[in-house]
């Protein structure tokens, strides 16, 4: 083997380095298969312990995944960037701004997108009605929207919760899966509600256990999670709350300097 193990350095991270450095290179792209563990045993002069608790590290790292009966393959590291600008605008006269090193926010099908919507009316309870400023039993219209880009893989997933006595009885209260919607503030503007401002907090956190369900998140791997509020003057009168998976997503912000 041509990459001796460096003294002090446990074996398995050894096995572990070797294998990114070889990702990194590009010798095994996305979605190519890397070599049993046999034949990482021949590679290595290490027991096959040894080679899965390497493997591990990386499956942690959330550079390779199992498939079972097919082996370990390198997990696709392309990642979409979303622009925060016109993320909190929501306004499609502010596009994203292209960029070559990432994919751009899918439109539509024709774009490889699908979306999945469920809708709700539940109760606000204590976290949300506090946000609202509302009795926790107070009714919230909750929509969700799952996106899947080019295949099986979810890759974002946006939920919006609106005071029900606001939309009960408007076109609003049965939302549809069309996509793209309009932005927020303009669905609002059609009840009446004029949007002033927009609030937005970013933090990256691990999944939930269903989040990992459903957004198939391998292990190790955290997410980004968004909450939008948007007010009519100081009255809160939607929420958003979005999770993407973050070695597939990008929050960028473009600011033209005068």
């Known amino acids: 083997m041509s990459n001796p193990r460096p003294r002090g350095l446990p074996k398995y991270l050894h096995v572990a380095d070797y294998l990114r450095a070889q990702i990194d290179d ?13 034949e ?3 590679t290595f002069p290490y027991d096959r312990a040894t080679i899965r608790r390497g493997l591990a590290v ?10 079972q009966g097919r082996g370990v393959f ?7 960037r979303y622009d925060l600008m016109s993320m909190l605008i929501t ?3 502010h596009p994203a701004k292209p960029d070559a090193a990432y994919n751009q926010p899918p439109r539509g099908p024709d774009d490889g997108l699908s979306v999945e919507h469920t809708y709700e009316v539940i109760a606000a309870g204590e976290k949300l009605g506090a946000a609202f400023e509302i009795d926790p039993r107070g009714e919230l219209l909750s929509t969700t929207y799952t996106f899947f880009i080019s295949g099986d893989t979810a890759e974002y ?16 209260a049965t939302p549809t899966d069309d996509w793209p919607q309009p932005p927020i503030k303009d669905l609002l ?3 009446g509600v004029k949007v002033t401002t927009v609030a937005m907090d970013i933090e990256s956190r ?3 256990p269903q989040e990992t369900f459903d957004l198939q998140i391998p292990d190790g791997t955290p997410v980004l999670s968004d909450r939008r509020r948007f007010l009519a003057d100081d009255r809160v009168v939607c929420i958003t709350d979005s999770v993407g998976v973050a070695d597939r997503i990008v929050y960028g912000l473009d600011l033209k300097l005068q």
């Open 58 to 67: 990386l499956r942690n790292e959330g550079l390779i995944t199992s498939e």
């Open 206 to 208: 691990m999944p939930t």
């Open 189 to 191: 503007a059609t009840v």
């Open 26 to 38: 590009g010798t095994y792209l996305p979605g190519e298969r890397l070599p049993t563990e046999p």
């Open 157 to 172: 997933r946006t939920t919006a919760y609106i005071p029900y006595p606001l939309v009960i009885d408007t076109p609003l």
């Open 74 to 80: 390198v997990r696709d590291a392309t990642k979409t």
């Open 91 to 93: 306004d499609r006269s």
């Open 40 to 42: 990482l045993m021949d």
